[in-house]
C-alpha cells in the first residue's frame, strides 16, 4: 500500500503561481512512476505530468512549458510547479503513484482555482 497526501493548493490569479507537493508514504519500494493529474468540474480526469524513477519527466501538451514536475527521494515527495496560469487550469489536481505491480494509488486531491 501507498499513501498519498497533497498540499499547495489554492486561489490564484490568472498569471500566478503554485507549488504543489505530495508526500509518500508505505511501501515507497514499489513504486515505478509518480505523477500529476487534474480533473476540472464535468471533465474527466487528465494527465499532466509523470517522473519516472530513473527517468526523465513527461508533460501533457497543455502544459507548453508552464509546468514542471521534480521529486525529491529523499523526503520521498514529488512536486509540481505550475507558472503562468490561466483559468482553464482550475481543477483537482491529483497525485499517483503507479507500482511495479500494476497498482496505481491516489491522493485526496487539492484544489486549484485560477481567478481571471
Known amino acids: 500500500q501507498v499513501q498519498l497526501v497533497e498540499s499547495g493548493g489554492g486561489l490564484v490569479q490568472a498569471g500566478g503561481s503554485l507549488r504543489l507537493s505530495c508526500a509518500a508514504s508505505g511501501s515507497i519500494f514499489s513504486i515505478k512512476t509518480m505523477g500529476w493529474y487534474r480533473q476540472a468540474p464535468g471533465k474527466r480526469r487528465e494527465l499532466v505530468a509523470t517522473i519516472p524513477y530513473g527517468s526523465g519527466p513527461n508533460y501533457a501538451d497543455f502544459v507548453a512549458c508552464r509546468f514542471t514536475i521534480s521529486r525529491d527521494n529523499a523526503k520521498n515527495t514529488v512536486y509540481l510547479q505550475t507558472d503562468n496560469l490561466t483559468p482553464e487550469d482550475t481543477a483537482v489536481y491529483y497525485c499517483?503513484?503507479?507500482?511495479?505491480?500494476?497498482?496505481?494509488?491516489w491522493g485526496p486531491g487539492t484544489q486549484v482555482t485560477v481567478s481571471s
Open positions: 499517483a503513484a503507479h507500482t511495479t505491480d500494476g497498482e496505481t494509488y
